[in-house]
């Protein structure tokens, strides 16, 4: 099943301790990205990722690490967690094929930060 | 700053009624998509429209691209329970960067049986 997977898919920490959520697709994409979606202010791109080794700044990226050794994964790196990191994460991947910006969403992670 | 704004924010009605949301800008863009997010899921893509004055439908779901391709309607025709759920509309921005994409906040539809 063509699909993106995110882990953990709940989680909750502590104010500095260092934690990285996975994402990976199976659908051979190009595109990737990470969204973190918050009451009140939608859905806002962190990270994004054209292709393997290519990483570009969302509009939020402050705080947030990603990097692109392998086409399937894109992981989001939270070096030093602070609580305005609280929030719910998509990530998201899409062809890019014909200028295409297609994207398929996982599952979304919940992020807890005490 | 590039935005998407979206209206109505709230909607809720009754099964069989016809409704529209918009997403407006003072960008132009190249293209623009249309997502419905249901609750404790990921939004998922309904449709992508690229050409001003662009129609396309999906089912009971009418899309329209603006002719100066700044903003978008959704029209949902006899809705239905199943319709429920947060309506999303998305762009390029930076430029028109393909990446770099920006939402708007979306419209929250509530369909009553």
Redesign the interface.
């Known amino acids: 099943e063509a699909q993106?997977t995110q882990n953990p898919r709940y989680l909750i920490t502590v104010t500095g301790k260092k934690l990285t959520v996975t994402c990976s697709q199976n659908m051979n994409h190009e595109?990737m990205?990470w969204?973190r979606q918050d009451p009140?202010?939608?859905?806002?791109?962190i990270y994004?990722?054209?292709n393997v080794e290519v990483t570009?700044k969302?509009?939020v990226p402050e705080g947030y690490k990603v990097s692109r050794k392998e086409k399937r994964n894109f992981p989001l790196i939270l070096e030093s967690p602070s609580p305005n990191q609280t929030s719910l994460y998509?990530c998201?991947s899409g062809p890019?094929a014909g200028?295409?910006?297609?994207?398929?969403?996982?599952?979304?992670t919940r992020l807890t930060v005490l | 700053t590039q935005l998407l704004e979206q209206s109505p924010q709230f909607l809720s009605i009754q099964e069989g009624e016809n409704l529209t949301v918009y997403c407006n800008s003072s960008s132009v863009f190249s293209s623009l998509q249309w997502y419905r997010q249901e609750p404790g899921e990921g939004p998922v893509l309904l449709v992508t429209v690229v050409t001003g004055g662009e129609v396309k439908k999906l089912k009971r779901l009418t899309f329209q691209f603006g002719d100066a391709r700044k903003d978008s309607s959704l029209h949902i025709t006899a809705a239905q329970p199943g319709d429920t759920g947060l309506y999303l509309c998305a762009a390029p921005g930076y430029g028109g960067s393909q990446g770099n994409l920006i939402f708007g906040k979306g419209t929250k539809l509530s369909v009553k049986p």
């Open positions: 993106v595109y990205s969204y009140g202010l939608g859905l806002r791109q994004y990722s054209m570009d969302g509009d998509f998201a890019l200028g295409s910006n297609e994207q398929f969403f996982g599952p979304g």
